[in-house]
């Protein structure tokens, strides 16, 4: 196994992981180019399709598209994550998506919108190969006592490059133009590629002397589902990312497109003002859940507490959206939605970590993420229609701001239920 090993049983700090960790520094590396190359073609995408159609509807049907396609893939790759070479798979979706990343230039007219919604299935798809199979490697990577400094700079780097990735592709969008963003997209994941090639690895993935059939993946899939229905409170948390998704998350998205192009448009299509709005986002999705750790910790009933304030924070933060009032207002709430949001999302993984069992995680965590991604298009769709119906987007924000206390209204409920049973 090609791990560094710790000197002694404390953590390794992050600094010290990057620094003495070579085959951590190169799959982060790699993350980091990832990321950067999903997030220009999200910007891309999202301001083209504004252009050629104008319709809210198709915009919102792009979210549709993003979501759906790692939801239907979601359990074929963690089998696939958990039998295969996990270096090797992680080579191959990026060298496919360079391929797909340039099909992007071929879309130029109306007519053309079909191979858009075509390729960005193709590129999500195999991006659910990629994200999977990283995680399921990390332990292959890092010793244990590097593990929890990699697991937590791992999930900020996501948070990082969200804001970085999005804002430099909508720079590049509104002052280039959207297709040298496409081309830019394509060669992050050659580069991703490179740098993963260097590792050098030994582990075997923990299926690959089990049963590679169909029916034996099914079976698996089938049990895990068991697990959560057997166990109420582990599937409540395992709803709360896809909560968060369908009441604040993807259809605020849709309706920032909207905004982007028709009312504070900055840069060609509003790329420039997407790219801000998404940027200060994903600020707000990284920074939000490390302050409020410092008060929670890890400890249970404190990071439930905190949920219900996430929830709150973030219909906060689209009522600050809701009025148009000034481009600095917008980007404001769409700060602080992404803090309550970020919230939400890594305190329910937290919780997760702590709930489930070795036995079932990766299947908890797969049902947590394919819920996930089925509510964003759910909330995407219903937004684009919602758009297309002629909802005014203050309406459109003031809806998602009063929708978004209804789960923390239901968790606060279950928790005070959960409370009385166990005294």
């Not at 990390?138 to 996501?158: I, K, M, R």
């Amino acid at each position: 196994m090609s791990k560094t090993t710790a000197n002694s049983s404390e953590s390794i700090g992050y600094r010290e992981l990057i620094r003495g960790n070579r085959n951590f520094r190169l799959l982060w590396v790699g993350q980091i180019i990832s990321l950067l190359g999903d997030w220009f073609n999200f910007v891309a995408s999202a301001s083209l399709i504004a252009i050629l159609t104008g319709s809210g509807f198709a915009v919102g049907s792009l979210f549709v598209v993003r979501m759906l396609a790692p939801f239907f893939i979601s359990p074929i790759a963690g089998v696939v994550a958990d039998r295969y070479n996990r270096k090797y798979t992680l080579i191959i979706t990026d060298v496919a998506r360079v391929v797909v990343a340039f099909g992007f230039l071929l879309v130029r007219t109306a007519d053309d919108v079909w191979l858009l919604y075509v390729l960005t299935a193709l590129q999500l798809g195999i991006g659910g190969f990629f994200f999977p199979t990283r995680n399921a490697i990390l332990p292959d990577v890092v010793s244990s006592q590097e593990l929890g400094a990699a697991n937590a700079l791992g999930s900020a780097t996501w948070s990082v490059m969200l804001a970085v990735g999005a804002a430099i592709g909508g720079i590049v969008s509104g002052a280039w133009g959207i297709y040298p963003a496409f081309v830019i997209d394509g060669l992050t994941f050659l580069l991703s590629a490179a740098f993963i090639a260097q590792i050098k690895l030994d582990a075997e993935p923990g299926l690959v002397d089990s049963d590679k059939t169909m029916g034996g993946a099914f079976k698996e899939y089938i049990d895990g589902l068991r697990y959560l229905g057997g166990h109420t409170d582990t599937l409540v948390v395992a709803l709360h990312k896809a909560a968060s998704a369908l009441m604040m998350g993807s259809g605020s998205q849709v309706a920032m497109v909207a905004i982007a192009e028709d009312i504070f448009t900055i840069g060609e299509g509003g790329g420039i003002s997407l790219g801000l709005m998404l940027a200060l986002g994903g600020v707000g999705t990284g920074v939000g859940p490390i302050v409020a750790r410092r008060f929670t910790g890890d400890r249970d009933r404190p990071l439930r507490n905190a949920i219900i304030l996430g929830y709150l924070m973030g219909a906060v933060g689209l009522a600050v959206v809701a009025p148009m009032a000034h481009f600095g207002w917008v980007l404001l709430g769409v700060t602080l939605r992404g803090i309550g949001g970020g919230i939400v999302w890594v305190f329910s993984t937290q919780l997760l970590l702590q709930l489930a069992p070795s036995t079932v995680r990766g299947r908890v965590f797969a049902t947590d993420f394919a819920l996930f991604t089925l509510m964003s298009a759910v909330g995407s769709a219903v937004a684009g229609g919602a758009l297309d119906a002629s909802l005014s987007l203050p309406a459109i924000f003031w809806w998602m701001a009063g929708l978004t206390v209804i789960p923390a209204v239901l968790w606060a409920i279950w928790l005070g239920d959960r409370t009385q049973h166990e005294t």
